[in-house]
Each structure stands twice: as C-alpha cells, then as structure tokens.
C-alpha cells in the first residue's frame, strides 16, 4: 500500500540537505513541509551553499539562523517546501 503522508518531517543531525529531502519527500504530505536543524548555515555559505543552489530548483528553502544565548554559537532552521508542480524526481 501507500506509505503514510505527513504534514512535518523534522530532522536533526540527519546529514545533508540532499539527503534529508531525497528521504523526506515521499512521506510528505501534499501541502506540507520539512524543517532541518543545522548548525549555524547562513544562504550561500558553508558545505550546503551548492546543494541549495539544486535544491531550489524544486524546492522553496527558508533559512531561519539566530546564535545560542550562552554559547553564541550559530544554529539554523531550514524550512523547505516542494515546489508546485515539480516532480518528486
């Protein structure tokens, strides 16, 4: 049968970005979107910058960073959301 759909998926220490969406989006329901925690990732920046870039052909990305109160140290949300109309592929 049909894998159960979600309306969020959240991951956390999972690995790329790449990788997080190529597992994600078949579970994702239609509408939905998927939210990574990230180490400090400013858009353009960092190991993901190139992955973004392939990424945004099929995805919409938001990228929420802010530093850790006592630390300082930079983390990041990543909200992605399929874009209409473009295949899972």
């Known amino acids: 049968g049909e894998p159960e759909r ?7 220490a999972l690995g790329s970005l790449r990788l997080f969406t190529a597992l994600g989006r078949p579970l994702l329901a239609e ?12 858009e353009g920046e960092g190991d993901e910058a ?4 392939d990424l945004k052909e ?3 990305i938001d990228i929420h960073s802010y530093s850790l109160s006592l630390s ?6 990543v909200f992605v959301r399929p874009k209409k109309g473009v295949g899972t592929t």
């Open 6 to 12: 979600y309306d969020v998926i959240v991951s956390r």
């Open 31 to 42: 509408g939905g979107r998927m939210i990574a925690y990230k180490g400090g990732m400013d």
């Open 50 to 53: 190139e992955p973004l870039k």
């Open 58 to 60: 099929k995805f919409s």
């Open 72 to 77: 300082g140290d930079r983390r990041s949300l």
